[in-house]
Nanobody
Framework: QVQIVESGGGLVQPGGSLRLSCAAS????????VGWHRQAPGKERELVAR???????TYSDTAKGRFTISRDNVKNTVYLQMNNLKPEDTAVYYC???????WGKGTLITVSS
């Protein structure tokens, strides 16, 4: 059974940092592409960052320079380090595997003072 579980969300002040984790089981993780997406209220879901099995990385324009995606194939986990968070980063953040074949349930990040 495939399980994708996100963690690490919460409330943070503008300028703060958070690290999200996406833990996967039931799939050949080291051979999988994993992406972080987000969906803000009233908006469509959008890609934030993606890392392939070969560790090729893609960032959205809003993530470049502030967010870092990485993976630990021993722990079957992908991380998203987010720095200098802004109120417009407020959203539910989702983890996807292999371009959306599998999705987690999401974790909420609220950036507010």
């Amino acid at each position: 059974q495939v399980q994708i579980v996100e963690s690490g969300g919460g409330l943070v002040q503008p300028g703060g940092s958070l690290r999200l984790s996406c833990a996967a089981s039931g799939i050949p993780f080291s051979h999988s592409t994993v992406g972080w997406h987000r969906q803000a209220p009233g908006k469509e879901r959008e890609l934030v960052a993606r890392i392939t099995s070969g560790r090729a990385i893609t960032y959205s324009d809003t993530a470049k320079g502030r967010f870092t995606i990485s993976r630990d194939n021993v722990k079957n986990t992908v991380y998203l380090q987010m720095n200098n968070l802004k109120p417009e980063d407020t959203a539910v953040y989702y983890c996807s595997v292999n371009y959306g074949i599998y999705w987690g349930k999401g974790t909420l990040i609220t950036v507010s003072s």
